[in-house]
């Protein structure tokens, strides 16, 4: 998974390397070209994603281009015609013996207590290339011993060689530039800023390609050996941009994760979530056993068949009284085992994967699928219809900056709020909530003089212009505003059609497999493979629905309204994750059996009367699909605690149990189920040449002819009122999140953030509190100004501590509007 | 009218008889006046030189053989014609003199600011650019007050800015402050610095600043003095510039003299025809070493020079000569130590500042100068150890390896440099350490060695050998009983 495997056509710079004549590739670097060609130069600064900067002086190596031997750093020196390049002559020796040398002067030797021990390419060079011994008598330099730089990164500095990688990440890659060098000559010290913490979302990654041990990752300290770590490839199942990874364990347990460069995911970074929340899978909340819940609130531990038993039971009611929620979570194999039993077993389409906040599975099924290397080639237009990336897909996040930074890409943005990108935007339709449909229609119509939605006739020109012209177009679209209906996001999508006829979209849903669920067929109307051919299921299966489900807000209605017997909670929890809370709650005491399939006992689970537990990340084998439709593969490292077993293994069991069975019992009958049953899909097997690439991409082609009408219209704005933007931040309350402790405590409080010329209007002053009224409730909380909130709009995240902000969230209202006033005195007692 | 003394408003400025090309209008109180100038032809050259096309005005440059008064010596005519045709492109003025011993910038920044600023409009006009950076030492407070009053006047009297004087050329000249790193005197650590980066220095190549500068765009890095120098050479023509200096180095130079000299100061002096000894010893500039004492060394050309002895006094102030016999010229900066100098406490003076001025970007100048540093610091704490003179010699050898660079140019008729240099850092910082110490070592070696004679270990050394003291044999038993 390197750049250079087979796709780049060797342009032909010839050189000589050793004496040997090579041919490096147009503008490669030689330590890159001597690297291709089996010869490694030592380095510490140089990261193949980052720009060189030449500093540790390590990559010295004798080249001559015509005018005499002269020492280059081969880090920043592209290969030209006819270079000699000589790595093993004395001279190279002696540079590296010497930077070396140097190096390690002031080095401590606390190897054996340092967590990079054993894996340190000091250690390494050390060995390979160094003195052998230090001649430095001299006191070493010292510093106070790791000081933490932020919440889950600690700084060494006496193990610092300043090689400049995490600092250069932080402000390259990451784009928060919190950490910088201070100080000079050898009192040089990478440090953070005075009261501002490195809290990047992205601080692992400067752990990762730290060459020694000065940074440390606060989960991981001294909690083993690299020697005793065992490791699998799998992927990363936070969020949907499936990043690679390498899970690693000792005596059972998960100890970390390591990004692993992918080429066409994530290039080798790891947002904390997904590096961290592996903490999850060790957690003492794990439902270990199964549980039933006969009255009140107390659980009693059952065995498999007794829980299996009430479950089917539950199970066999009439097919449209029955109703799943959730399955985002599991692997595809699970997605389609469940798939199976609920819509080829039990008969029901009341199947949702995505939980309210999502948009139509037509939309992500039928629209032309990109890439996220085409969303980011050089060059091209992204439109970015979508929630912050940073907060919500942040390794896409990270490709997405690149490409505008480094390659030119260009970015409209059509969001309801600023995002982590507006800065780089060319362009940005600041559309109010509800408005974002008729835009884009302003937009594809020419209608480019009037002001609509907020968005000025200069900007829709702009937009136009950008949108129409020779550069290819890609559309990152999703759910940026919960408070508003995601039929106006659709009506968006029909717009950028007519504007954009050819463009690619790739879509930005919430929870790591959704992808895969939709795929899957755990939504309704669509059987796996975003099939609706009920007639070649009816073949394979035993059963199709003969009617078509509900989405989560019709399932949850129905459930309220006493129409649903049976719910099954997938990993799901409306409770705490649905938008509208009240519904929600209403739905589940509604429901006469809740069959909750889980890791963890959340709120909605601990409503639940059948609680089957459920093996997590870690502990399962199978198969993730990623928003681009890449299948990576998840694997198992631990086993799961006590009876949980993974999900799929459980839909087997219960279809057993209400026959027919599924007609698999094993991963590898199931995968070649799949293959058999869904059109062009391919068969998994992770042991294979499969798992060398960067996964097989399905389903990229379909191209369906969607219907979109009219743009809706969104009901005309109140004159004292804001309207609401709901979107998420990556720290939350969330399972993952909440059941990592070196994460929980990175959430922050609610606080309602509004725009500068709205808290003027509003007369807010000095105030630090604000009265939200709502309907006939009314609610105190704080609030801070925002430049990146529009005018007459206002801000604030789900699922943050302090105030659940979906109080004022109705399903079915297609957009939200609060009156914002100043709290009065002694409001915020208490 | 020389009067041959100290200029009371001009500290450190000795009104010595001799041309005055740069220094004219020093004797002035108010020398940094518009007033001032335009009385004495300030800005009558750029009036000139605005009615000549830009390339002739280049040319006029080449012609002169202005050599660069930065430390390189490069010819200012040839550095401007490396720029490709690219717009926009700048020109920044290198305002942060911090070379050791190295005073003359200041003075010319504070006592005849309109000079300046002339001379980078000429410049400016001549490399078809208009936008110019003027970048000042953070410490001299009273240069960046003086340029910034008469930038004021040069805009309000439509000597800068847009239409000058009444043309259709625009030029603005922007004053940046630095803030106190010797490193930004590098031309790409000065770029860094001026885009709001650390001021550290760029890899030569790709980041040539005549191709790749600031903002990545060409930019031409001139010193102050050569820059002031170009208003008198467009009024006085390059046949009367020649006349003075030699034929290899035409002009003057300001050279600040310091140390154990009878009257040390910044004296504008002749290019390449005045010896050192007439420097240190004629009436005319310091008048003679202090108290009648020896000369034991002197340091040529700033801090980074390898020292010069007594052998070496007759030798004419000429760059080709003064590299041929193993130092340079540098940035006119000579330090003069007689004999009651300590040699080991000299080196350990210039190799603290390195080591103190080190960015921290090179591992071998970040280490090594500090490594350095220690040791000699070491030895003079009576702890020296006889393996410590080799020790110091390697590792210069593994920040420089070779010879050192010399600072000399082929095109300018001079020795080459050994290109590219000799050295395992990105700019010549870290080299610069290592010629203190091998001056001293060559040449005094008898000095270290009686302190080394004399030395106990150190604390650190004693400390380690006591916890390394484990009798190995002993420790065998130990483990098989």
């Known amino acids: 998974m390197t750049a250079t495997e087979g796709t780049e056509a060797v342009t032909g710079v010839p050189f000589t390397l050793n004496g040997t004549d090579l041919e490096a590739n147009e503008g490669e670097l030689l330590i890159d070209a001597a690297e291709r060609n089996g010869v490694h130069i030592p380095r510490f600064c140089y990261h193949n994603r980052m720009k060189p900067v030449g500093m540790c002086r390590m990559c010295l190596v004798e080249v001559d281009t015509g005018r005499g031997p002269a020492l280059q750093p081969s880090c920043m020196l592209p290969v030209t015609p006819e270079m000699k390049v000589e790595t093993e002559s004395e001279a190279t020796k002696e540079a590296q013996d010497g930077v070396l040398e140097f190096l390690l002067a002031n080095h401590p030797l606390d190897c054996p207590v340092c967590d990079k021990g054993g894996e340190c390419p000091l250690q390494d060079n050390a060995y390979a290339f160094g003195p052998g011994e230090s001649r430095f008598v001299e006191e070493k330099r010292h510093y106070e011993k790791p000081i933490p730089i932020s919440d889950l990164v600690h700084l060494d500095r006496e193990r610092c060689i300043l090689c400049d990688r995490c600092t250069r990440f932080a402000s390259e890659v990451a784009g928060d530039p919190l950490i910088h060098f201070i100080g000079r000559g050898s009192h040089t010290e990478v440090n953070t800023f005075p009261e501002h913490p490195f809290s990047s979302y992205f601080s692992g990654n400067t752990v990762q390609i730290c060459p020694v041990g000065a940074l440390t990752a606060a989960p991981y300290r001294f909690k083993a050996r690299p020697w005793d770590l065992e490791a699998v490839e799998s992927t990363a199942t936070v969020d949907a941009s499936g990043a690679r990874i390498l899970v690693q364990s000792t005596r059972n347990e998960l100890v970390r994760i390591i990004g692993v460069d992918s080429d066409a995911v994530n290039w080798s970074w790891l947002s904390d979530k997904e590096r961290f929340s592996y903490e999850a899978t060790n957690s003492d909340l794990r439902v270990t056993e199964p549980e039933v819940r006969d009255e009140g609130l107390t659980f009693r531990t059952v065995r498999w068949n007794e829980a299996a038993k009430t479950a089917v039971t539950a199970l066999s009611a009439p097919p449209e009284r029955v109703a799943v929620l959730g399955g985002a979570r599991l692997t595809l194999e699970s997605q389609y085992a469940w798939s199976k039993l609920i819509k080829g077993v039990v008969g029901t389409d009341n199947v949702d994967a995505q939980m309210g906040d999502g948009l139509p599975a037509a939309l992500s099924l039928g629209l032309p699928r990109a890439t996220i290397d085409e969303v980011c080639r050089p060059g091209g237009v992204i439109v970015l219809m979508a929630p912050d990336p940073k907060e919500e897909l942040p390794t896409l996040y990270l490709r997405l900056r690149h490409a505008i930074v480094e390659d030119g890409a260009t970015l409209v943005e059509i969001t309801p709020r600023d995002t982590s990108l507006s800065d780089l935007a060319a362009v940005r339709l600041r559309c109010t909530p509800g408005t974002v449909g008729q835009v884009l229609a302003a937009i594809a119509d020419e209608r480019l003089d009037d002001t609509v939605g907020g968005v000025d006739g200069f900007q829709l020109r702009r937009a136009r212009t950008i949108l129409t012209g020779a550069k290819p177009v890609s559309v990152v679209y999703g759910r940026p505003n919960l408070a508003e209906s995601g039929r106006y996001v659709a009506d968006a999508v029909g717009g950028m059609q007519r504007i954009a006829p050819d463009a690619t979209y790739l879509p930005a849903l919430r929870r790591g497999n959704v992808n895969g669920a939709l795929e899957m067929g755990l939504t309704p109307g669509f059987l796996p493979g975003g099939s609706r051919d009920k007639a070649s299921f009816e073949e394979a299966w035993p059963t199709v629905p003969d009617f078509d489900g509900k989405e989560t807000d019709g399932i949850l209605k129905a459930a309220a309204a006493g129409e649903i017997d049976t719910l099954v909670l997938l990993g799901a929890d409306p409770v705490d994750d649905y938008p509208d809370a009240e519904l929600a709650r209403q739905a589940l005491e509604a429901v006469r059996t809740i069959i909750a399939v889980d890791c963890f006992r959340t709120a909605s689970s601990s409503l639940a009367h059948v609680l089957l537990p459920a093996a997590m990340f870690g502990e399962v084998d199978g198969t993730f699909c990623n928003l681009e439709g890449r299948l990576s593969p998840i694997r198992a490292k631990v086993t799961a605690p006590g009876l949980a077993r993974p999900d799929w293994m459980i839909a087997a069991d219960l279809a057993a149990a209400i026959g027919p069975d599924l007609g698999f019992d094993s991963l590898e009958q199931l995968r070649s189920e799949m293959a058999s049953t869904i059109e062009g899909f391919p068969e998994i097997d992770w042991e294979g040449e499969l798992a060398l690439a960067d996964g097989p991409l399905i389903r990229l082609g379909r191209n369906w002819d969607l219907e979109f009408g009219q743009a809706a219209s969104a009901p005309a704005p109140s004159s004292s009122g804001l309207r609401l933007v709901v979107d998420r931040k990556l720290w939350d309350q969330g399972t993952m999140v909440q059941r990592s402790p070196s994460l929980a405590g990175l959430v922050q409080s609610a606080e309602l953030r509004l725009s500068p010329t709205d808290v003027q209007l509003l007369n807010l002053g000095d105030a630090q509190w604000v009265t939200v009224e709502h309907g006939d409730e009314s609610f105190d909380l704080p609030f801070t100004v925002d430049a990146g909130v529009a005018a007459r709009t206002a801000w604030l995240p789900m699922g943050l501590p302090g105030f659940d902000v979906r109080q004022l969230l109705a399903t079915g209202r297609s957009v939200t509007n609060i009156e914002v006033r100043a709290a009065e005195e002694g409001d915020t007692d208490g | ?481």
């Open chain 2, 1 to 481: 009218m020389a009067t041959n003394d100290y200029v009371s408003h001009a500290p450190g400025y000795v009104d010595n008889e001799g041309p005055k090309i740069v220094t004219s209008r020093f004797l002035h109180d108010d020398s940094h006046t518009l007033a001032r100038s335009e009385a004495t032809g300030g800005y009558s050259a750029l009036r000139a030189v605005l009615q000549t096309p830009p390339p002739e005005a280049a040319d006029l440059v080449k012609e002169a053989v202005l050599l660069g008064r930065g430390g390189a010596g490069f010819p200012a005519g040839i550095k401007w014609g490396f720029m490709p045709p690219v717009w926009p492109r700048y020109l920044v003025v290198n305002g942060d003199e911090s070379e050791p011993g190295t005073y003359k910038d200041r003075l010319l920044m504070e006592r005849d600011p309109h000079q300046l600023i002339e001379g980078c409009i000429i410049a400016c006009y001549a490399l078809g650019l208009n936008q110019c950076f003027l970048y000042v030492r953070g410490e001299m407070a009273l240069a960046q007050e003086r340029i910034a009053a008469a930038l004021n006047e040069a805009y309000e009297a439509s000597y800068v800015g847009k239409n000058i004087m009444g043309t259709d050329v625009s030029i603005d000249v922007v004053l940046h402050w630095g803030a106190g790193a010797y490193i930004v005197g590098e031309e790409t650590a000065l770029i860094e610095s001026l885009e709001g980066n650390r001021g550290m220095p760029r890899l030569k190549p790709p980041f040539f600043p005549a191709a790749k500068g600031l903002y990545l765009k060409p930019t031409i890095v001139n010193n102050v003095e050569t820059l002031a120098n170009l208003p008198w050479i467009f009024a006085n023509g390059t046949e009367a510039y020649k006349q003075y200096g030699s034929e290899r180095s035409p002009g003057t130079r300001m050279l600040a003299v310091s140390g154990h000299v009878n009257r040390p100061g910044v004296y504008e002096v002749e290019q390449g025809v005045v010896t050192f000894r007439e420097l240190f010893y004629g009436d005319n500039y310091c008048q003679g070493i202090r108290d009648g004492n020896e000369l034991k060394m002197f340091i040529p050309g700033g801090g980074s020079a390898p020292w010069f002895f007594p052998e070496q006094l007759d030798l004419p102030m000429e760059a080709a000569d003064v590299g041929a016999a193993g130092s340079m010229l540098g940035s006119g900066a000579l330090v003069v130590m007689d004999e009651t100098t300590d040699a080991v406490k000299a080196c350990l003076r210039v190799v603290r500042f390195f080591a103190r001025e080190s960015c921290g970007k090179c591992t071998p100048c970040r280490e090594g100068t500090t490594w350095e540093e220690q040791i000699l610091q070491r030895i003079l704490d009576g702890h020296g150890r006889p393996e410590d003179l080799d020790l110091l010699e390697d590792i210069g050898s593994q920040i420089s390896p070779g010879d050192y660079p010399k600072a000399a140019h082929e095109e300018a008729g001079l020795t080459a440099v050994p290109f590219p240099p000799k050295q395992t850092t990105i700019c010549p910082l870290g080299p610069s350490s290592v010629a203190p110490i091998t001056s001293a070592l060559r040449r005094f070696r008898h000095e270290f060695e009686a302190k080394i004679g004399s030395a106990t270990p150190s604390p650190t050394e004693s400390r380690a050998a006591d916890e390394t003291s484990i009798d190995v044999d002993e420790a065998a038993e130990e483990v098989s009983a």
